[in-house]
């Protein structure tokens, strides 16, 4: 029988039963205390190499970009805050500049910036799908930032399977004549599997089927793809056919926030209309500054993309064994597991052996499919890269991974 006054002791019950079955299931997350230096990760008195993080390139930690950066800023320049929303006071000169630079870079008409990547996400797609008249068909394993921009909107929104381009195709063919617009959404790499999208045949269908809008995601390719790093699109040759193209500064780019690159209209109706861009402080303009820095030298960055590129052959190489078979086509590589306990027990192998790999469990990725998510980094050296496959393949766990990447790409 519920006794009123135990209710009152402990109101917070509830939650703490729910807790309780999350960490029962091996899925209960906690923060934990980590200290970085530089490449590393110092945690309970053990020094790793970081390969969790998503500063692909090593720009977060190489030290002599921010001695260069810093030479030419002035106390008058750190700017820490912008005190209001852009469409108030916040305004700062800086701004424009960084969406300026960003748009000639795409050879676009324009880009806007936010205040990260979950703002853009979840913000445009309300924005722009507010009706019934549009329909939304989104790859089954976008990103929860576009999840939570698709339950915001008003617009229908039909999930295709996991880069399946048939059933897109036959979703479209259904319901083409049925909506004004159709609004397409994929990432470009998968951030949990790494994965890519088949970008070109999604133009193509673009060109049959002139009512659809092309949203791409680029959050883990932008600074990595592309001969100026632009991302996947500048490397398929088809920007000009994205009509929403986002990209994270808060990834390679080593900073924080997010851009679109977009039409001129778009952007004056997404100023007016996305409640993430209106109704909150804009970036600290010294942060803009910092991003403008690192996308003003970007496209010279080669070298370290060619690093990167260099490694995950060679990662990939060794780890697409026959039983062991390969779903990732990027740096991003996950290493499938199954359990959440077994993954959780693997992170700790590869921990114990200097390589801080963290476990990715439900509901981050499907049930059952568990993993450790291996982000390779382009200041690895050869040794360290030998040494980390060497563990890698030890892992016995690692034979389920053909199992539990069929899994993910059905469910
Ligand atoms: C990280 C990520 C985001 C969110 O970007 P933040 O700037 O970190 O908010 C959006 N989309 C994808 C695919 C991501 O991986």
Redesign the pocket.
Known sequence: MTNISDFMDSPYRFLQARLDELKTAKNLRTLSHADAEGRYIIKQGRRMLNLSS?DYLGLAVDMNLRADFLRQISVKDFVPSASSSRLLTGNHPIFDELETELAKLYNAESALL????????SGILPAIANNDDTLILADKL?????IDGIRLSHAKCIRFRHNDLNHLERLISKNASCYRHIILVT?S???MNGDEAPLREMVDLKRRYPNIMLYV????AFGLRGSQGLGCCEEAGILPDIDLL?G????AAAS???FVICAQTIRDYLINHVRPFIFTTALPPFTVAWSLYIVHNLPQMSARRERLSCITKRVHQALATEQVKDISQSHIIPLLIGSSADAMLQADAMQRHGFYLLPVRPPTVPEGTARLRLSLRADLTDEETERLIEEATATPQLHSYETASTRTNNS
């Open positions: 998503n936010f205040n990260s990547g979950y703002d853009a996400n976008v990103h929860a930032s576009l990432e790499i998968f951030s995601d680029e959050a883990h986002v994270t500064l808060g990834k924080a926030g997010a």
